[in-house]
């Protein structure tokens, strides 16, 4: 009894009637809010424009590539986490490369703006958008997903005299990063690219938290069983419309940055194959099964379009097989692989190990 | 009265659309009904079975000699017969392919499948594009089915209202095939309860494959009837599923006559908006969708499916 009352008085792990115990040992197990993959990534990409031109590659795909680290990470928080496919997050995206172009050509050219805006517009059209379809699940919220997705495409296409339609936003400035003490230009690539790199890693570490934080925990529990959830007395529509804004809103902020890095916004990331890709490329890299999923994706994604794109224009053919490949066989992706590797690995440590105290038991 | 009469062409013209719409998504529908899949690879079977008819119908013989002239000499009519059946057939059988690599995702949670339909649509529509390029082409109609006529002020294409007539006859078909056939019995059945079916000694995964291919069927027929209208490109597949899967839920998963009446509505939607915002007509349906599904969640006749879980 002691113990609910102890628990009550903390507004975090409660809700209004402030019995639920599960939820207390959801929370107990501690998580190191960084890990070694976690420096290992950071180190890997941070050193990119190091070792970039050596193999062959260039500085600005890194930019890419760490966008497209945040849109995934963001994505996966609905798709991996909480178990809602949403076809539509492209819609997401550009509607925050819109809102950075916007605030760069209409109200002031300022990085930081352009950004807050971008996270802003992105989290309110998707909050917008989970009203309407965070009571369903399965295929109508997949459904739901594709008729919001188009409905935001098809408007920044024929809304010209506020997108430009299909050419959309042309000539935004990279502009001077202010950090207060001093400022230095986003013209260089590499400049751009660590910008872009310490945002990801506040992604990466915020979205950590998130998901081993008690809300992360309900955000599986929904995956799992919704109606289990329900029962234990999460509000699981408020859960489900708040991942929703919070992968909007981060959806929007990668969006802004490409809008940053391309010095333009335009529809075509809106479309249903934009939107797609996405779901590829975090499923490819193994979402469900893993944080580190969507990283992987994103990587493989882009290395599997410079190297493939330049022996073959039908890159994407192969790409296409490769996933319906992954589906079949192995719908845990890159990240199951190597998860499956780990455990064989320990299994036969484990052998190895059992076979050497028997021999040891036997030499007694 | 004047507005009505002002409205008439483009009621027509709806109803004549949605006659076509109807028709896109009866092979998605039987899937869906039968299978709980979304064919998101339906668009791309749809142009496949564009462009194959198109290579039967104006095949590059020039290499054959002799009998490669007395083909090309051939009426075209006879050779749009030809390209109909034969594509269609083809269609079907790369379907069948299609349910093969489905299998493993049977059991699984419904996205599976999606996403698996996702890819292959991916991967056929790149093919295409290899195969025949990827600029806008052009699929030959008889003559007699061309042309235009006038009546009224306004001015109908001939083909668009075989078509539609076509589209008519073509769900005609389908319902009786369900209706009264004992294989379209065992279909609904199957639908209905899988095992218990498989227990009375149907074999349901032939039965599975069938009814994919006949859905690719459909899609490669509506394909070959559209295309002259639409236009032919190798992402005419994307331009065409999502209307359909649109108009499957609008009208309900699961049911024949609610995908035909979302059909005709969406048709009449898209047209008459048309009429008066002319770029505005297709997001039109998508909003007809929020409008509906906020009111009614299973659509306008639609059972429950096990694809809400």
């Not at chain 1, 193999?55 to 995934?72: F, H, K, S, T």
């Not at chain 1, 660590?194 to 992604?203: D, N, S, T």
């Not at chain 2, 109609?141 to 001015?155: L, R």
């Amino acid at each position: 009894m002691n113990q609910r009352v102890a628990q009550s008085s903390n507004p975090l792990l409660t809700n209004d009637s402030g019995e639920h115990s599960h939820r207390v040992a959801l929370t107990t197990q501690k998580t190191a809010i960084i890990t070694k993959q976690m420096i290992c990534m950071f180190i890997i990409l941070g050193t990119f424009p190091l070792w970039s031109e050596w193999v062959g590659l260039y500085n600005y795909l890194g930019a890419e590539i760490a966008i497209w680290i945040i849109y995934a990470l963001g994505f996966n928080l609905l798709l991996g986490y909480t178990g809602l496919p949403s076809f539509g997050h492209g819609a997401f995206f550009g509607i925050g490369a819109y809102a950075y172009g916007l605030t760069q050509l209409g109200i002031i050219e300022s990085v930081w703006a352009g950004i807050f805006f971008s996270v802003l517009a992105g989290g309110i059209a998707a909050a917008v958008v989970a009203c309407f379809i965070s009571h369903r699940r399965g295929i109508y919220y997949a459904l739901m997903t594709i008729a919001f997705g188009q409905i935001f495409w098809f408007t920044s296409m024929r809304w010209h005299t506020l997108t430009g339609g299909e050419d959309g936003l042309l000539n935004i400035h990279r502009g001077e990063l202010n950090l207060g003490f001093f400022s230095f230009s986003l013209s260089e690539t590499s400049s751009l690219f660590y910008f872009i790199f310490a945002i990801v890693m506040l992604v990466t570490v915020g979205l950590w938290r998130l998901v081993h934080s008690p809300y992360g925990k309900a955000l599986q529990a929904i995956r799992m069983n919704e109606m289990r959830a329900r029962f234990l007395g999460y509000n699981v529509w408020l859960i489900k419309w708040s991942v929703f804004m919070i992968s909007g809103a981060i959806a929007g902020l990668a969006g802004g940055l490409f809008a940053l890095v391309q010095q333009s916004a335009y529809p075509d990331v809106m479309s249903l194959h934009a939107s797609g890709l996405i779901v590829m490329l975090t499923l490819i890299g193994g979402g469900f099964v893993s944080y580190w999923g969507p990283v992987l994706g994103a990587i493989v994604f882009f290395m599997a379009r410079d190297t493939l794109g330049a022996m073959t224009e039908t890159w994407l053919l192969w790409y296409g097989l490769m996933f319906m490949l992954v589906i079949i066989f192995k719908p845990e992706g890159i990240a199951g692989l190597w998860q499956d590797l780990m455990k064989r690995r320990e299994k036969r440590q484990l052998k190895v190990n059992g076979s050497t105290e028997n021999a040891s038991g036997e030499a007694k | 009265m004047d507005i009505l009469i002002n409205l008439l062409p483009h009621i027509v013209n709806g109803l004549s659309l949605g006659l076509l719409f109807g028709l896109i998504a009866l092979g998605f529908m039987l899937i869906v009904g039968v299978m709980e899949l979304i064919n998101l690879a339906h668009g791309s079977l749809f142009a496949l079975g564009a462009y194959f008819a198109m290579t039967i119908i104006n095949p590059d013989l020039s290499s054959w000699g002799a009998i490669g002239a007395w083909y090309v000499s051939l009426p075209l009519g006879f050779r749009y017969f030809l390209g109909l059946v034969i594509g269609a057939f083809l269609v079907a059988l790369v379907g069948m392919g299609l349910e093969v690599c489905m299998r493993r995702t049977y059991g699984k949670k419904a996205e599976y499948g999606l996403l698996l339909t996702f890819g292959a649509a991916l991967v056929i529509e790149e093919t295409i594009r290899i195969t025949w390029g990827s600029g806008e082409q052009f699929l030959p109609v008889p003559k007699m089915m061309s042309g235009a006529f006038i009546a009224g002020d306004m001015i109908y294409s001939t083909y668009r209202f075989y078509a539609a007539g076509f589209g008519a006859f073509m769900i005609f078909v389908v319902w009786l095939f369900l209706e009264k056939t004992p294989f379209g019995a065992m279909i609904k059945a199957g639908a209905h309860d899988s095992e218990m079916v498989r227990a009375l000694g149907v074999n349901l995964t032939r039965l599975r494959l069938y009814v994919f291919a006949f859905g690719a069927l459909l899609a490669a027929i509506a394909g070959i009837i559209l295309t002259p209208i639409w236009g032919l490109r190798p992402h005419v597949g994307v331009d065409v599923v999502i209307p359909a899967f649109l108009i499957i839920v609008l009208g309900g998963i699961g049911s024949f006559w609610g995908a035909i009446i979302a059909g005709v509505l969406v048709g009449l939607v898209v047209a008459i908006v048309g009429a008066y915002a002319s770029q505005w007509s297709l997001m039109s349906m998508y909003i007809l969708l929020i409008v509906v599904l906020t009111f009614r969640t299973r659509g306008l006749l639609g059972k429950k499916s096990t694809l809400e879980n």
